[in-house]
């Protein structure tokens, strides 16, 4: 008994002490450029990290239910928007630590996105269905654009981003349709629709120089595919064979569309339920061939010099990472962080990969060169890794 | 008389008048993602600007000769680094406005640039030639590659750029050669030489990821590709008619290497002497095309999204920037902002663009969407304009 209640004290004494002994004083004068957020899924916030010490610099908490939570900046780098499945919407001070502003918008979202010139921050709703536009700067609510279908019924949005000249792009879950809304008026956003793209897109993603928006497809085989600088053309069906339909497998997770990496010309995609990643042209959007993968994978990430593609797993290889050799297509390291690495996140020049290793409340720093582990930061059950070099990204 | 003084009171008045008018009080905690600098020319300092409020906070000087400056920016986005053509290499504190370092390193100088850790700022040199590396938070000497040739002669050094791994990039000028050097360890670099890459390089830049350097050759046509992804396969020469052999018309500015634009798979770079921007394929590394231009290019910047391309022009046409429409290869606007439009900057995602326009004493700031003017700002003789988003991106 004695033994017991000294083990539980010594692990509380642990616990309670491992913020402690991180925390850094908050409110300094200093640059953005080089922190980013972590999402403690179970906990319902955020941790603010720095990427050249490597370290956590403090919690910032009562951001609601993070599950699936997702992140964008402001322009400026100071402020993450974090979108929490609960409809939440928060705006996290990263300098002072500490939530600077917070709404609960609507009963279930799914993501969101910051417009190109950072005044405006839109959720993708569940419930009611459509995207709901904020000012960045208050939160207070600007427009509602209600996604219904041609029937007048409400959809589930997934897949929203933004997009150059004030767009924003999303896909309507229920209505199988692909929307582009200009917000350059935001109190009246203009919207041109994409009918009839394939049942049930489930997420959607812009490549890298904002042209190509991209949904995946529950109900069917193959991807929808927009070219933002031809619309006139319409949506076109890619990659017969990669969808839902065909796969000898059950599906663990449907992979994150977020996750497709692009290194050049070539596209790395993970397969729906098969233990394979895609390499796909993105000029001609053809399969091309397939790498051989331990599990079935989540996400496929690019080094931002797209030498390197790091790829996750779904249950039950979800303890490893692999590391594809963009020039020969092979797998050069098979890393084990160990249980439920969720998410890969590079530094901006791809020095590093922030990995989150759920199970084991922690966060490792890979060097990306060398393929070895540099630095570890604690963290309770984290999930999603965010950087502000998102904030001059396209498309996030 | 009266008149007279009256008059030059005035003058004098609003000459005082104007950096107190616009001053903004230094040492604020904010975000840095937004932040950039405009080099004044004449004056030996920078301009701290804002791009979210379009409008310049405060101006730091006494950096020495700023003619031909460029700058870097540290990884959290706080610090610029400036080379001045002197030799001075500066670190300037965006947030507290002011110099917070500065050595002069060597009689002249050309340029440099950040590794991508971060933790080492590089110089290249004409006297001595060499490249010059210091700690990036003291500037304290950490080591010299004294660029020799095979007779043991020192070399102009130009095109220096970091590249991912670790690495710089940089071409002897009186050498004919393009090394590698791997600075992993700051102290001892070592270096891998590619010989006899062509005559006279002046310049080099590096494709956006990382992947491919390119030399412009002065000594003759043609310019010099070296593939760091296969580096055993050596220095290859393309683009033939390129360089300075075969122009009909004198050359009254080099074009900058720095402002080749790419968008996606094609490349826009600026004719030698030519009333031209050469379209060129970025896998096979072939000429595609030409655009006919209104005078001499000096750069061609793409947007961030590639879909147009900006060009500033030599003497005496440097009062306009023509803007290309990338899918049809055609220009769709012909600016006029005023004399001598030196530099071309776009914010991180596009949506703006910056021009100084060194004899109106001006940055011009335009909506890149509408190709209309939105805001303009005082500085003395403008020239290089810098914004932090560089300090995420691979081979400034």
Chains 1, 2 share one sequence.
């Not at 642990?14 to 002994?21: E, H, I, M, Q, S």
């Not at 995207?131 to 929203?160: H, M, Q, W």
């Not at 599906?251 to 010309?265: D, F, I, Q, R, T």
Request: proline share 6%.
């Amino acid at each position: 008994m004695r033994t017991r209640s000294f083990l539980a004290c010594v692990v509380a004494a642990a616990l309670a002490a491992l913020p402690a002994a991180a925390e850094t004083p908050r409110g300094l004068i200093r640059g953005t450029g080089d922190l980013g957020i972590v999402i403690e899924r179970a906990n319902g916030g955020v941790v603010v990290v720095d990427t050249t010490t490597q370290t956590r610099l403090y919690a910032v908490d009562q951001l609601g239910d993070l599950s699936h939570a997702s992140a964008v900046f402001s322009r400026d780098g100071r402020h993450a928007y974090v979108f929490g499945r609960d409809g939440g919407l928060s705006k996290v001070d990263l300098l002072r630590g500490e939530v600077a502003k917070r709404v609960v918008q609507a009963g279930n979202s799914i993501g969101g996105a910051i417009s190109q010139d950072g005044r405006i921050v839109a959720v993708a709703n569940y419930d009611p269905g459509g995207v709901r536009l904020f000012d960045a700067d208050t939160l207070a609510p600007v427009s509602e654009i209600a996604a219904r279908d041609a029937g007048g019924n409400r959809s589930k949005v997934v897949g929203l981003v933004d997009a150059p000249d004030d767009k924003l792009v999303f896909a309507l879950y229920d209505a199988g349709e692909i929307w582009v809304a200009d917000i350059a008026d935001p109190a009246r956003p203009t919207v041109v629709r994409h009918r009839g793209v394939g049942q049930l897109p489930y997420d959607g993603i812009l490549s890298p120089n904002g042209r190509h928006y991209v949904a995946g497809l529950f109900g069917e085989d193959g991807v929808a595919l927009l070219d933002l600088w031809q619309p006139g053309a319409g949506v076109r069906r890619i990659l017969d064979g990669y969808g839902r339909g065909q796969e000898p497998l059950p599906v663990y997770k449907m992979p994150h569309l977020e996750g497709w990496a692009s290194s050049g010309e070539l596209g790395f995609i993970p397969a729906v339920g098969r233990h394979e990643v895609l390499v796909v042209s993105l000029t001609a959007w053809t399969e091309l061939g397939r790498i051989p993968l331990l599990g079935q994978p989540v996400f496929a990430v690019a080094r931002p010099d797209g030498r390197q593609v790091w790829v996750n797993f779904a249950h039950p290889h979800n303890d490893a990472v692999q590391v594809i050799d963009v020039p020969t297509r092979s797998i050069v390291a098979t890393l084990r962080p160990g249980r439920a690495v969720l998410h890969v996140e590079f530094t901006p020049r791809g020095e590093q990969a922030w990995l989150s290793v759920r199970d084991a409340d922690r966060v490792d720093v890979y060097d990306t060169r060398r393929l070895q582990r540099i630095a570890e930061i604690s963290a309770r059950k984290p999930s999603g890794i965010f950087f502000t070099a998102r904030a001059g990204r396209i498309g996030y």
